[in-house]
């Protein structure tokens, strides 16, 4: 550990069992630190005599020594920095009580060492367990004249503070014993163990875990919650500045971003058996959100805060390349009191992970195949009422891969795809999307409304976006493409259906005609769309592919074109969906290019 003496300002570097008592810095940073190459620098600029200081040779030697290159002006304004500041006054408070060293981040971690720096974040809450006083600088709080029993003033120049959002000081609040704040013009304000009420009111974290840095008590889902609200200026400094919470040490991947938080929940799962790091909830989750078993960040834990781990019967889970293998106990959901979207095929999984209450922590989880499922609904868990000692063993994919014949009266919309076949080449752009009221082209999707929504509601819907066909509630949508060829203008329309009664899907594809010029009226097809919702009748002859032939109708000889479609269950946006995919082969004798495929958006 590199530790600066609070006397000389130099560095010196002990080992673990020779480190002596020092004082430690909790701060924000700015734009004025002061980095180790930096102080270095200063360093020995400093302890050289006169006559070299204004050698400028040699000081350019020194430069390079340091590995930085340090311009005049940073030479001599960087005393003023306001990061230097904060070293002059962590030594004075040091010298205050009586310690000979101290600690700051900025300047005490070579940062140009990647080897350094992982053991350095490795090692981070460790170094402030052990450090004899944490200092806390509140650069934003306002000095004011108060009585130090003000508990709203403390309360309001804390939250409003930005030390409290970020991650990392997190595990610098708990892990020092002693921590003293201080306000902008480092004047004390209040400590850690009198304040301790106030700060749980703000961050979250019990006052026996802030008098006593004891994290045994804590479940896996309320650590994660003190964190919720935090921010990182890097997606994977926020799993990073865990680790220390959760006793474990992991590799540093720079850029990895969100995988960083998932590697921590695998290495955390690794070393413990607290289910509760599976009692999360999704910001948002619909019947159509498809989800592995680990959350996305924490502040997926934000409700989880009073969730604890229970005592007996933990589920048993291995970390498979693609996901998780659990066994833990299940039940089919009751359809009695349920929304009617539901599938048969949902199940409650059962935590060893208690509510308040006491009552036992479920999750919904949809099957998919014989031993595979997926979390749906996962912004709620549920309460388990049937107790059953017969664990089933289940896999549970990070990302589900959705089989070809799965199907669900829960999609989300027809998502629109380019063929993934290298064969192929897309021709054809989309001019028109009927019903156009649910057609968003940023995202090339249809979207299919939701089960309940009445049928002819005039103030969303077309009276036309939904066909009853035998009592089954079915929805088509239709969607115009065009290829233009010789300045030959060709109408496909492609006409898509689904039973949600079923989950049956299909679609068709028809010739419309081919003309010169503009197509008339092409986005208003009003006619065309209620005459193709007559036509589909009762789709019994209609399956989930077609493919229509244009060279029969071109009359070009040497010409080949024909356009096929194919729809498969998928994810789109973590959403079940219909993946609707368009191919479109055709040889152009004279070379003339291929139109790109695009849909318009101003329907």
């Not at 955390?268 to 159509?288: C, E, K, N």
């Not at 229970?310 to 299940?330: F, K, P, Q, S, V």
């Not at 899907?505 to 028809?510: F, H, I, N």
């Amino acid at each position: 550990m590199r530790l600066l003496h609070s006397t000389t300002f130099e560095f010196e570097v002990f080992h673990d069992d020779q480190i002596p008592p020092y004082a430690i810095l909790s701060h924000t940073w700015g734009e004025e630190e002061v980095s180790y190459q930096e102080m270095w620098f200063l360093q020995k600029l400093v302890a050289l005599p006169d006559h070299l200081r204004q050698n400028h040779a040699f000081v350019a030697a020194l430069e390079a020594a340091a590995g930085h290159n340090i311009s005049t002006n940073v030479r001599e304004s960087m005393g003023d920095r306001a990061g230097y500041k904060k070293i002059e006054q962590t030594a004075k408070l040091a010298k205050e009580k009586k310690l000979d060293y101290f600690w700051v981040d900025t300047c005490c971690i070579d940062k140009s060492s990647s080897a350094e720096l992982q053991q350095a974040i490795n090692s981070m809450y460790q170094w402030y367990n052990r450090s004899s006083f944490c200092i806390v600088y509140l650069e934003d709080a306002r000095t004011v004249v108060y009585d130090q029993r003000d508990g709203d003033y403390l309360y309001k120049v804390l939250k409003e503070s930005r030390w409290v959002t970020r991650g990392w000081t997190l595990q610098e609040l708990i892990a020092p014993f002693l921590v003293n704040f201080y306000d902008q013009e480092w004047n004390h304000i209040f400590d850690k163990h009198n304040f301790s009420s106030t700060i749980c009111a703000i961050t979250g974290i019990p006052t026996y875990v802030l008098s006593s840095g004891d994290l045994s008590q804590a479940s896996v889902a309320q650590k994660m919650s003190w964190a919720a609200h935090r921010k990182t200026t890097r997606k994977e400094d926020m799993a990073y500045s865990l680790m220390g919470i959760f006793a474990i040490h992991m590799a540093m991947l720079n850029g990895e971003g969100d995988n960083a938080f998932r590697r921590l929940q695998e290495e955390i799962m690794r070393t413990s058996s607290d289910d509760s790091i599976f009692a999360w909830r999704a910001l948002q989750g619909s019947p159509s959100g498809f989800r592995g078993l680990l959350a996305r960040s924490p502040r997926e834990f934000q409700n989880s805060q009073h969730i604890v781990c229970g005592e007996h019967n933990h589920i048993a889970y291995a970390t498979l390349n693609l996901g998780l293998r659990i066994e833990t106990c299940i039940q089919p959901v009751p359809r009695k009191g349920m929304s009617r979207i539901w599938d048969k095929s949902l199940y409650l999984c059962m935590l060893n992970a208690e509510f308040p209450t006491g009552k036992k922590v479920a999750l919904l989880l949809q099957q998919l195949e014989s031993l595979k499922y997926t979390r749906v609904q996962a912004n709620a868990c549920w309460d388990w009422t049937t107790l059953q000692d017969n664990p089933t063993t289940l896999y549970i994919e990070h990302t589900p891969q959705i089989p070809r014949n799965f199907r669900s009266s829960a999609m989300h919309c027809f998502h629109l795809k380019r063929s993934s076949s290298k064969e192929s080449v897309s021709l054809y752009q989309i001019d028109c999307v009927r019903p156009y009221d649910l057609w968003d082209g940023k995202h090339q999707e249809l979207l299919i409304p939701e089960y309940d929504t009445p049928y002819g509601d005039t103030e969303r819907f077309s009276q036309h976006d939904f066909a009853i066909s035998k009592g089954r509630k079915h929805f088509i949508g239709i969607i115009w493409l065009s290829c233009v060829n010789s300045f030959l203008r060709t109408l496909i329309q492609v006409l898509v259906g689904y039973d949600r009664s079923t989950g049956r899907v299909w679609c068709r594809a028809l010739y419309s005609g081919s003309q010169h010029g503009p197509w008339p009226n092409l986005h208003a097809p009003t006619k065309d769309w209620r005459a193709a919702l007559h036509h589909f009748g009762d789709f019994q002859d209609c399956g989930s592919h077609d493919e229509i032939d244009l060279s029969t109708l071109s009359g070009k000889p040497g010409t080949e074109e024909n356009i096929n479609v194919k729809i498969n269950p998928g994810l789109h946006c973590g959403l079940i969906s219909h993946i609707v995919e368009i191919d479109g082969l055709s040889y152009y004798p004279h070379g003339m290019g291929a139109p790109v495929l695009r849909a318009q958006s101003n329907l």
